[in-house]
């Protein structure tokens, strides 16, 4: 997993259940849960560093449950990190997000880390009892207080969303005392990107939807931030990436066999053409080596950074072709990428963040404390122990 | 980048004023006209004109851009299904959210503004047209469609905290003159040619009234008495 690269390779998937446009079939629920998991065994065979996993509450998708998931895949694999894109800070209460996710670290020896986002779907929030308007002081509040059930043993708190605590102690207590890396994903919101550079968190762009410019302004924002609060360079900010790609040994013929797909997907279909889509997003449709050029470009446009994630299998396609697409993305692609990656890296860029990483920098006394080292002098929650059990 | 075209530049030889308040203003025209030539093309050129002289009588320079929807419309409705801009309707939000005036003109169609003007609108940020003094225009077959500025175009910009001047020109097919010339023909196109002149003087006074280049928004703002904590401070 750490290469002179310093990157983590992987996927993340939305676990749409979508019609195959090509066969007019769609899968049962059933049978795209068991796709997923194969995916993920998949990723961990070629040589990924990472499988996320989304969190939704209406179909199409099935992935409502994503711990209960990556703990069966944690099962499975021995290596792979698992993560989710994302998990919703605005409507799971924040005591069971540290509960669950301790006690995946717990049966994952670690493997294990989060991304926190708002969703994508205006009516969860009613769904669990809140109000879309909040959705952006929901994400805060409840990011604080699960960081305190994380970083503290006994916690006394009091907010405007949930019932307070008092002396609560969330369990099973972290692995090793140290909470799992936390990622903050958006897609427009700079309060987001500030909440995860106040932190010294990582930030996630999911670079998928949107221009390259306005990702590069949203994390030119973050990598501001996250050195004015004190947590290191703007060039040691830790970002991650979404991309997205379908690669044949022949160009055309990957734009061929994606292209139906691509015109029936649920998000982008029966807009703009493929070939517009791909000049003005990330989105990569050819040869392997085609692929590795655009993303090697990555890091011209948004720095060095820590973490790429591709969407290999949504809008329908069938299985067999997603793990073919694995096997190029992690005998070809990949491969090539760690060594582009690796060319001129400084030095002080950290790689790519691990439970093995975040426990020596406990052990070291380094991790970001909430705010930045001034703050800790100022700390005014009595009793507070951001630091971690030794 | 299509849809860009430049109408009028007046270079003033003789400039009475200078500084900030002589600054040259930027005009921008959004047309959503069909076919080619369209009467409401011809219409938003007239009162880009008006609005120009208007602005010049005062010794203001101004530039105007137009920006024709039929250009951009299938990059409008892939925004409408991918919710982002290609670089070119960016390219055309970022010239009419900016400008210091807006003329906005559209063909009225089943008793309202055309679909496309409507989605122009839908795909901009609901913010970016506050305070922005903007001249209503429409064109129709029948005079019997003109109040649709004043029941349908009006309330759209004035639920964007928009402000329109309080003329409005509707200009129909008769309007441009009659077939069968005479007096009538030449009082209707009289008639039009009074109310641009009208509607472009309004305009350019709530251009040079607007204090809109000093609320433009950063989008990158954080609201006041933003905590990355929570506004409530909750511990």
């Given at each position: 997993m750490s290469d002179a690269s310093g990157m983590q390779f992987g996927i993340f998937t939305v676990s749409d259940v979508t019609e195959d446009p090509t066969t007019k079939t769609t899968i049962s629920e059933a049978e795209r849960i068991k796709n997923l998991i194969a995916i993920a065994v998949h990723a961990e065979e070629v040589g990924l560093d990472v499988f996320a996993l989304g969190e939704h509450h209406?179909?199409?998708?099935?992935?409502?449950s994503p711990t209960t998931t990556l703990a069966f895949i944690a099962a499975k694999t021995q290596r792979l990190l698992l993560s989710t894109?994302?998990?919703?800070?605005?409507?799971?209460d924040p005591v069971k997000i540290a509960e669950d996710f301790a006690m995946l670290q717990h049966v994952a020896d670690g493997r294990v880390d989060l991304m926190m986002g708002r969703g994508n779907t205006g009516p969860v929030y009613p769904w669990f009892g809140?109000?879309?308007?909040q959705g952006i002081e929901l994400a805060l509040e409840n990011y604080a207080l699960l960081h305190r059930l994380w970083t503290e043993e006994f916690v006394d708190w009091s907010g405007r969303f949930r019932t307070p605590l008092q002396g609560f102690q969330s369990t099973p207590r972290p692995l090793d005392g140290v909470a799992p890396f936390v990622w903050h994903g958006s897609i427009r919101s700079p309060e987001i990107a500030e909440q995860a550079a106040y932190y010294g968190d990582g930030f996630f762009a999911?670079?998928?939807?949107?221009?390259k410019e306005h990702y590069q302004r949203l994390i030119g924002y973050y990598r501001q931030r996250f050195e004015h609060y004190g947590h290191g360079t703007a060039a040691q900010a830790i970002v991650g990436l979404g991309g997205q790609f379908f690669a044949r040994k022949n160009s055309q013929d990957a734009v061929n066999e994606f292209r139906p797909y691509f015109d029936n997907a649920?998000?982008?279909?029966?807009?703009?053409t493929l070939e517009e889509f791909s000049a003005q997003t990330p989105l990569t449709v050819g040869s392997p080596q085609e692929v590795i050029d655009r993303y090697a470009g990555m890091r011209e446009a948004?720095?060095?950074?820590?973490r790429q994630l591709f969407l290999v299998d949504?809008?329908?396609?069938?299985l067999k072709i997603v793990l073919e697409q694995l096997d190029i993305l992690g005998g070809e692609i990949v491969p090539a990428l760690r060594k582009e990656f690796a060319?001129?890296?400084?030095?002080?860029?950290?790689?790519g963040p691990t439970h093995a990483s975040q426990v020596a920098k406990a052990l070291a006394g380094e991790l970001p404390v909430p705010g930045g080292k001034q703050a800790k002098k100022d700390e005014?929650?009595?009793?507070?122990?951001f630091g971690v059990k030794k | 980048m299509s849809g860009l075209d430049e109408v009028a530049s007046t270079p003033l030889s003789d400039r009475s004023l200078s500084g900030v308040e002589g600054a040259p203003k930027r005009i921008a025209v959004v047309s959503s006209g069909l076919?080619?030539?369209s009467s409401t093309r011809l219409l938003a050129d007239r009162l880009a004109e008006a609005t120009v002289r208007a602005l010049q009588g005062k010794g203001i320079q101004a530039t105007v851009e137009v920006t024709e929807l039929r250009e951009i419309a299938k990059d409008v409705t892939n925004n409408l299904v991918t919710s982002f801009p290609s670089p070119g309707l960016e390219q055309a939000i970022e010239r009419v959210t900016t400008a210091d005036g807006l003329i906005a003109v559209t063909p009225i169609f089943t008793t309202s503004y055309s679909g496309l003007f409507k989605s122009f609108i839908d795909v901009l940020?609901?913010?970016?047209?506050?305070?922005m003094p903007v001249l209503l225009g429409a064109t129709g077959g029948?005079?019997?469609?003109?109040?649709a500025i004043d029941y349908a175009m009006r309330p759209l910009f004035t639920y964007l905290h928009a402000r329109p001047v309080p003329t409005g020109v509707f200009a129909a097919s008769s309007d441009w003159g009659?077939?069968?010339?005479?007096p009538d023909a030449a009082d209707a196109a009289h008639g039009l040619h009074e109310r641009i002149e009208r509607a472009g003087v309004e305009l350019a006074d709530a251009i040079l009234q607007s204090k809109r280049d000093t609320t433009v928004?950063?989008?990158f703002a954080l609201p006041n008495?933003?905590?990355?904590?929570g506004a409530y401070g909750a511990q």
């Open positions: 209406n179909p199409p998708f099935v992935s409502s894109a994302t998990t919703l800070i605005t409507t799971n809140k109000d879309i308007r999911n670079n998928i939807f949107w221009p649920p998000v982008y279909g029966h807009g703009p948004y720095g060095d950074y820590q949504h809008a329908g396609l069938p060319k001129n890296r400084p030095a002080d860029v950290p790689a005014v929650h009595t009793g507070a122990a | 076919s080619q030539p940020d609901p913010a970016s047209l506050t305070d029948s005079e019997r469609h003109s109040l009659h077939g069968d010339g005479g928004r950063d989008p008495g933003f905590s990355p904590i």
